[in-house]
Each structure stands twice: as C-alpha cells, then as structure tokens.
C-alpha cells in the first residue's frame, strides 16, 4: 500500500459513519419514520372508508384537508413553542398527541369524528416534525452531512412503508392503520423520553410573527408558492388516485409503496445529482413540466386502471426531485433563520396539500374524473413560470455552494446545529465534525 493510499484509508477510516450515532438520533430517527407513515398511511384504506362509512370521496378526502390545513397554521408557531420549552419538550407533546388521536380516529364510528381527530394528529405532527431534524442534527457524532443522510433515511423509509403497512393494516379492517400509528408511536414516545437528553430552551425566544414577515422577502415567498402549485399536484395524485384504481387495500398499499421507493431514491439520490449537472432551476422547471405530463396523462385516461397505477408510481420519482430542490432553494435564497424558513415554507406549501384533494372530490362529483386531474396540471405548470422568474437568484445560489467558505445554506446549517444543542459535548462534536465537512 502506497502512503497515499494508506493516508486515504486512514481519512476513511476516521469519517465517521452516519449510521454510528447516539441512542438519542435513533430514537428521534424511528420517531421520524413513523411520522412520514402517516402521510401514505390512510392511501390504501380511503376507498374502504368511504364504503363502510357511506361517505364520497370529498369527504373521505378531508382527513389530508384537515391534517394538512392544521399542520399548515401549525408551523408559525412550532418555533414560539420549541424556544420557551425547549427541543425535547416540544418532540414529547407532539408524540402524545400524535398517539393521542390516531388512538382517537381508530375507534372512530364516523368519518366527521375521524376528520376531526386527524387535525389533532396535525398538530401534534407540526411540532414533531419543526424540532425533530434540529434534534437529529444537534446530538449526531457524524457531522452535520451525516445527520442529514439519516433524517433522509428515515424519511424514505417512512414514505415507502407507510402505505404497505396501512395496506396490511387496511386489509384486516379500516381501523387497523391507526391503532398501528398509535402503537409505534407509543413506542417512539417512550424512546424519546427515556434516551433523548433534557434541552433547555434557546437564549433568544422567537416571534410567531416571524414566519409571516419573513414571506415579505420576494424569493422566498416565490419559492414557498412553487411548493404550493407542486403540491397541489401531488396531493390530488394521493387523495384521488385511490379511487381510480378499483384495488384491494393490500394492492393500493403496493402501488403507493412503490411510489414511495422512488420519492425517497430521487430525493436522496437523484436530486444532488441532476441539481449539480444541470441546476436547481433548469432541473425544477423540468421536474414541474413532468408531473403536470403526468397529471395531464391521468386526467385523459381516469378509466383505464394500469395507465392510471404506471402514471402514480412514476410521479414518485418525480415528487422526491421536488421534494429536495424546493426545500433546498428555500433555504439557499432565504435571509432569515433555517427555522424560520422552515416555518414559512411549510406554513405555504401545505396549503395546498390540504384544498386540492377535498377539491379533487367536488370536481369530480359535479363534473367527471378528468377535471381535477387535468385542473392540478395546469396548476403545477404554473408552478413553471415561478420558478422561471426565480431563475437568476436560483443560479447564483448554486454558484455560491459550488465556492469554499461561507454561503447562505451552510450559514443556515450550521445554525442549526448549535440552535437546539443536547448535551454539551454532543453539540461541540457535531460542530467541529460541521467544520470538518465544510474544508473538504
């Protein structure tokens, strides 16, 4: 072995692995598959609610109306909550209300109680979900980049098990989904009390104003509606798509799982690559013109079953670049804080998750199956022009990360690690593993 080798393999060797962490990131970490379960979670049972419980579409749909709406408001003030009692008291009341309600809509008899008791489950997943990454991010031994590969690991995970689990859950019955999140997530809970350190809360406290105020600044404002216009997309596929297919609830769970897998490959590894080789603009923009294709070729052929599973497993893939493009472009054109940022963004974005399958269901009701599928294409394609308006600040964002030393990304990271620190001595390790990042 030549010195140069033996020098690389001893740099290899002393990188830490991200999946080599704390107790306290896995905890946080399962918590967060859990979490993103319950997105695609209810996909595989909404046309079995809406038969057992004699309910339309619409209305079977208002439980992602309901959960987004909430978790939407929610998000301006997870920040005010998490900076007067700290990171870890905010991640246990989320993790009790999400078991709280989940518990709550499983024992459920009608599809208004179960709406309402989703809401609960909303909130509770806004201020689990505002603190965990920070949490993650401030206990990690890995560097701030492995960290990140963790959340996102989890995240994939979550996505794609989400539906197969609703799918096996669903097909026993229609409740079995929930009191299955309600019994993960119990265990989540007792893992975060029992293996996540005490977090005092952040010196400076935060103003539920600042989310709102911080959409005043133009890009990001923009760019929080981009995710708007995609996710009404997107969530038109989620909450209508189910009852095109005329699937058990097993298959459904299939399908949507599939479509998971590729959310989670494309956001994790798909978008870092194309967003190098071609940039955040010209890959979004294309992105957006895909799945408005693809939103088109539904909203022609709603009857045909194997058209319509083929159109919902592509977009996944689809979903994960714009997943990780818009998230990053917030944080890359935003002046204010990661957090935030966050706020703002997700306060946006859900927005349009939560209207557009309630009225995916109305439109089809009073019209036909093709209106909200074609109406969501040339909704997203609108997304196509905000972004094009974008352009300029997007390109000189990438021009910034491409350069050593400071950028508004990194800035922004490592924020975020010393923003919400456990213990001490994790944060100085995952500080100086951040630093270590930056100079290679």
Known sequence: MTPADRTAAGRDMARPSPFRQPKAVFAVAFACVVSFMGIGLVDPI??????????????????????????SVAMLATGWVSSRIGAKRTLVTGLILIVVFAGLAGSSGTIGGIVGFRAGWGLGNALFIATSLAVIVSSA???????????ETALGVGIASGPVLGGLLGNISWRGPFYGVCALMSVALLATIFLVPATPPPPQRSSIKEPILALRHGPLAKTSVTGLLYNWGFFTILGYAPFLMHLSALKLGAVFCARGVLVAIFAVFGAP?????????????????????????????????????????????????????????????????????????????????????????????????????????????????????????LDDAD??????????????????????????????????????????
């Open 399 to 440: 021009a910034g990360e491409s350069l050593p030393g400071h950028s508004p990304v990194r800035d922004a990271e490592e924020e975020a690690i010393t923003e919400i620190p456990a213990e001490p001595e994790e944060a100085i390790l995952a500080e100086q593993a951040f630093r270590k990042d930056r100079q290679q």
């Open 273 to 393: 690559a194309l967003r190098n080789r071609y940039g955040t603009a010209r890959t979004l923009i294309s992105s957006l013109i895909l799945i408005a294709v693809i939103l088109g070729i539904i909203g022609v052929f709603p009857g045909h079953r194997w058209v319509v599973i083929g159109a919902v497993i592509a977009s996944g893939a689809l979903i994960g670049l714009n997943n990780t493009l818009v998230t990053t472009a917030v944080m890359s054109v935003s002046p204010v804080p990661r957090g935030v940022a966050s706020a703002s963004y997700g306060f946006v974005r859900f927005i349009g998750g939560g209207i557009a399958p309630y009225l995916a269901g109305q439109l089809a009701a009073h019209f036909n199956a093709h209106v909200p599928f074609l109406l969501a294409a040339v909704i997203v394609l609108a997304g196509t022009a905000v972004v094009a308006s974008l352009r300029g600040t």
């Open 141 to 151: 031994t890995g560097g701030f980049s492995g960290a990140i590969i963790l959340y």
């Open 46 to 71: 909404l046309p079995a609610l809406a038969s057992k419980l004699h309910a339309t579409p619409s209305q079977v749909d208002l439980l992602f109306t309901s959960y987004l709406i909430v978790t």
